[in-house]
């Protein structure tokens, strides 16, 4: 089971207005996907924190990079992927050090809008649909 949470937090602008995006706090499983300069293929499996219209938050323990393009997964709790999920390409939009790990900020280069999503419950199946 996914829990969704709301909150309000207000982001500078650079012209020093401030506006807020409304941010859902989320504790999604995901396989994040990049190929790095050298074409190595590099995976890992982390937790979306937080959602809004554009984009995402999640921490790894490998760094990304501003402009990166990664694929972003969605995966059932427990699993190693999630029926009928189709990775999905972000691009990074920053990368801060925590600690051992970094947490990164990536926004959605395509497709449907993040907070509108449809986000199925971990025992979701297509065996397992209401009719």
């Not at 499983?29 to 590099?42: A, C, I, N, S």
Request: some cysteine; glycine content about 6%; proline content about 7%.
């Amino acid at each position: 089971m996914v829990t969704l949470f709301k909150r309000e937090v207000p982001l500078p602008e650079p012209s020093g207005n401030q506006r807020s995006e409304e941010r859902l706090l989320v504790n999604l499983p995901v396989e994040l996907t990049r190929f790095d300069l050298d074409g190595k293929v590099l995976v890992e499996q982390t937790k979306i924190e937080d959602i809004t219209s554009i984009g995402c938050r999640f921490t790894t323990q490998v760094e990304f990079h501003r402009g990166d393009i990664i694929s972003i997964r969605p995966l059932a709790a427990g699993q190693k992927s999630l029926a009928k999920s189709e990775a999905q390409p972000f691009e990074v939009m920053w990368a801060s050090k925590l600690g051992g790990r970094w947490t990164t900020g990536a926004k959605k280069l395509e497709g449907e809008k993040l907070a509108s999503a449809k986000i199925p419950p971990a025992n979701d199946s297509p065996s397992n649909t209401s009719k």
